[in-house]
């Protein structure tokens, strides 16, 4: 993948619209090819914000919006609502709340990604991860361009 490709949708903050916005982004990033490990994991990350915007900032965020995009290099998710109070990481084992973002930041470190939470100027806030696309590797050549199994592969510039 060459270009940076995006998609961008809303999803009602009910518990309903969960799994429409998990699907959503499984389908998105199969017809864009991701890989499997990072497509799933996109989906859980995708998962548990909008299920923090239904829990904890619906009142204030009828909606939330996702976006998706990738290029060669990063597969970027982004979830935004109108809330203006920030999450926060629970401060130990047994608070209250926290442990949805908690998670998305594991999975994101996890995968070498990073993460951000930015507020907006219109009050509310986008949670954005960023995840490493895995490199191309080619085969192991021999001399004469082929593989070591004798195929010839193209290996697209990642």
């Known amino acids: 993948m060459q270009q940076r490709v995006t998609h961008v949708f809303t999803v009602m903050s009910t518990v309903d619209q969960v799994p429409v916005a998990r699907h959503e982004t499984v389908k ?4 864009w090819g991701i890989d499997e490990e990072n497509a799933y994991t996109a989906s859980l990350i995708v998962t548990e914000l909008v299920a923090n915007v239904v829990e904890h900032a619906a009142a204030h965020s009828p909606t939330a919006t996702v976006l998706l995009a990738a290029d060669a290099y990063w597969l970027t998710v982004a979830v935004h609502d109108t809330h203006p109070r920030l999450p926060r990481i ?17 999975l994101t470190e996890e995968a070498g990604g990073r993460h951000t939470i930015e507020p907006t100027p219109e009050g509310g806030k986008h949670i954005v991860v960023h995840l490493p696309r895995p490199a191309v590797r080619a085969a192991p050549r021999e001399s004469g361009g082929a593989a070591a199994d004798g195929r010839v592969e193209t290996v697209l510039d990642a």
Do not use: K, N, Q
């Open 28 to 31: 998105t990033l199969a017809s």
């Open 90 to 106: 629970p401060a130990a084992p047994h608070d209250e709340g926290g442990r949805g973002l908690l998670m998305v930041m594991l």
